[in-house]
């Protein structure tokens, strides 16, 4: 069994009669205008995690990395929102989702092809357990990055490379190899940051999102 990713050919081999059942499931589920066949909670963590070892291994054939993140469809262009799990992510999305032309990609991991400019973000298949993405896939040239931070007040603050690359490595939701993925920060870094603005998003439920777009 396949799917493409972005650039990337995901093959998953050797899958427990089990998983072959749900992915034929969850691939037939994928045309449709919301991609949000659930699994049971021990399943979908367990598929979840599967697709995270399969994605971040093909990574290293290619100039991609996986982010822990949110993605945003606008106006073709797309806002990746980084943080680990509680960060807000979800809250974000929701806001999203009530507003007008705006497509939510995946709440958990989406992935960046950044072989040349523009720097295109892929929807991935990988979905939290309420996740209630667009239909997949998705894709679009990356406009900003931003890190969350929940606050008492809204304001962004641009970050510099170091900074940056602290934040990446900090929010990395998974990875086979630790060394490899911190060289593939550095050269993500490299390449996006002449280009595309790194912001910290310190926010409150409060937040008007549409000020982000």
């Not at 945003?72 to 799990?85: A, P, R, Y």
């Not at 809250?91 to 720097?119: M, Q, W």
């Not at 295109?120 to 900003?144: H, L, M, N």
């Not at 911190?182 to 910290?200: G, Y």
Request: hydrophobic share 35%.
């Amino acid at each position: 069994m396949q799917i493409q990713v972005g650039p990337l050919n995901i093959g998953f081999v050797g899958l427990k009669p089990i998983w072959t059942k749900h992915f034929e499931i969850w691939k037939s589920k994928c045309n449709s205008k919301s991609c949000c066949y659930k699994l049971d909670y021990e399943d979908s963590c367990f598929f979840r995690s599967r697709l995270m070892d399969i994605i971040d291994s093909e990574c290293k054939n290619h100039t991609t990395i996986c982010l822990h993140s949110l993605g945003v469809l606008h106006d073709e262009k797309v806002l990746l929102f980084i943080g680990k799990s509680g960060s807000g992510k979800s809250t974000l999305a929701n806001k999203f989702r009530e507003i007008e032309n705006c497509k939510v990609f995946s709440e958990e991991g989406n992935l960046v092809d950044y072989d040349k400019v523009p720097i295109i973000a892929f929807d991935t298949p990988i979905r939290g357990k309420e996740d209630k993405s667009s239909g997949y896939p998705q894709s679009g040239e990356v406009k900003s990055i931003y890190f969350l931070n929940q606050d008492i007040s809204n304001r962004i603050e641009k970050l510099d490379i170091l900074s940056i690359v602290e934040n990446i490595y900090a929010n990395h939701w998974y990875n086979l190899d630790q060394n490899f993925f911190a060289e593939r920060v550095l050269d993500f870094v490299s390449v996006a940051s002449p280009s595309i603005p790194f912001f910290n998003l310190y926010f409150n439920k409060k937040l008007d999102v549409r000020e982000l777009l």
